[in-house]
């Protein structure tokens, strides 16, 4: 068992029921996710001593997330209660040629006014092997991206591995800074980047060829020269995976990725995904994937690529943000077995 810790944003997530518009019935479903917290309840269901670190309202709202996160065996004993609010966001799920829609409301959440120096992550990083976090959390704030780089810091200096996916959100950077302006100070610690084409773009300024995700084909070539120019800009960065979510609708998605690791580049099989139950927490199951293969398998990188990309794509078969899959159920994908039938 291996200790890994994240640190982010949960929020309350409102979602209108199946695929209608928001307020088209009076009904929201509400649940809590976030990426980073997605990550730990991951973690946490394959086995690992997963713990989450953020700031949350000392309110109700804020207990319920925290009794939440303990129901799937997260540790929640580092995160900071205070005054303030929590964030939240709507979430419209699309059908066919229908996008779905996020509308954020977690301006002045908790976490986006916590200083660095609010917490201890020299105690935090005790015992711990690895560090988690996205580009959400710096997004929000330049108190929080300050806390992030300040964690990454830490993490660094007590022999963490360091990773960030990049999670580009462009409805969340407006507080007067780009994102490549703080995202490309954060990749400078980091041990293994995780994002799609366009998080790399937008975030790092770093431009691939033009990538079309519609036409079905991966294009090897590009994705290695991608990671490889990461890899060139940022020499702390051991590896480099890139999610390739092609999106024929808004209810049928393929789902592969790669990963330019310390061992070679690899090409993991792809998955068409017809019948999308929630794709909402899809990269977050990946990043999750990931660490624990690399985690377990010993160095073996196609493995841990595989097995990241088998848990995410029976992600979107889960409603929620939480990707409440076990160890048997990935491994029984990977042996090839996505039909579905019952078992008994």
């Not at 479903?29 to 997963?50: H, K, T």
Request: glycine content about 8%; some cysteine; charged content about 20%.
């Amino acid at each position: 068992m291996h200790r890994i810790i994240s640190f982010g944003e949960i929020m309350l997530r409102l979602k209108s029921p199946e695929h209608e518009r928001l307020f088209q019935s009076p009904v929201l479903e509400a649940r809590f996710g976030g990426g980073e917290a997605n990550v730990a309840v991951s973690l946490a269901l394959f086995g690992e001593s997963a713990a989450f670190v953020t700031a949350l309202p000392d309110n109700p709202l804020g207990n319920a997330a925290v009794q939440e996160l303990r129901k799937y065996g997260v540790d929640t004993s580092m995160i900071k209660r205070t005054s303030g609010r929590m964030g939240i966001y709507f979430l419209e799920a699309g059908a066919n040629q229908r996008p779905s829609n996020v509308v954020y409301d977690r301006e002045g959440s908790c976490i986006s006014r916590v200083q660095a120096g609010d917490f201890d992550w020299f105690r935090i990083f005790s015992g711990a092997s690895w560090f988690h976090i996205t580009g959400i959390t710096p997004a929000l704030s330049q108190s929080a991206a300050d806390t992030a780089l300040e964690a990454m810091k830490q993490a660094k200096a007590s022999g963490l591995q360091v990773s960030i996916d990049l999670n580009y959100r462009k409805k969340l950077w407006n507080y007067g800074v780009s994102a490549p302006q703080v995202m490309r100070q954060l990749a400078a610690y980091a041990d293994l980047i995780i994002a799609n084409e366009e998080d790399i773009q937008a975030s790092l300024d770093i431009k691939a060829h033009q990538i079309d995700v519609k036409t079905g084909v991966l294009d090897k070539v590009v994705y290695r020269t991608l990671a490889v120019q990461v890899k060139e800009a940022f020499p702390s960065v051991h590896s480099v995976a890139i999610t390739l979510r092609e999106s024929h609708s808004a209810d049928y998605n393929g789902w592969s990725a790669v990963l330019h690791g310390k061992t070679g580049f690899y090409q993991s099989r792809s998955y068409e995904i017809t019948d999308i139950v929630d794709r909402v927490g899809g990269g977050d199951s990946f990043s999750a994937g990931l660490i624990y293969g690399l985690l377990n398998f010993s160095g073996d990188e196609q493995r841990a690529l595989e097995f990241a990309t088998a848990a995410s794509a029976l992600k979107h078969s889960v409603s929620g943000d939480f990707n409440l899959v076990t160890l048997a159920e990935v491994e029984q994908l990977l042996k090839g077995d996505g039909s579905g039938r019952v078992q008994r």
